[in-house]
């Protein structure tokens, strides 16, 4: 089992910046492959960032492409995302998520999942 406890979510403006925060627990982080995803009201969950075990490989979502970078550190069982230049519609909650196979958008895949921290941008 893994615990996944997501941070650093808030109310910014159009354009700044959050860097949040994935904190595994009850499962080795190096084991899994980790992802974000998010959720707007009203709107199914979609894929935003992913990394592989190592960190060597990532994924990004078309809409987060050159805005949001996604790292780890294995040795503090920790994933990020960091977010630029953010826009009203990168309002949701965002969620973590692990898995034990490679790189995957789907969320079906995923096995492990956090509680979500609420992103708010406002125009």
């Known amino acids: 089992q893994a615990q996944l406890v997501e941070s650093g979510g808030g109310l910014v403006q159009a354009g700044g910046s959050l860097r949040l925060s994935c904190a595994a627990s009850?499962?080795?982080?190096?084991?899994?492959?980790m992802a974000w995803f998010r959720q707007a009201p009203g709107k199914e969950r979609e894929f935003v960032a992913s990394i592989s075990r190592n960190g060597a490989v990532t994924g990004y979502g078309d809409s987060v492409k050159g805005r949001f970078s996604i790292s780890r550190a294995n040795a503090r069982n920790t994933v990020y995302l960091q977010m630029n230049s953010l826009k009203p519609e990168d309002t949701a909650v965002y969620y973590c998520a692990a898995r034990s196979g490679p790189l995957d958008t789907t969320i079906r895949q995923y096995t492990y999942w956090g509680q979500g921290t609420q992103v708010t941008v406002s125009s």
């Open positions: 009850g499962r080795a982080l190096t084991s899994s492959t």
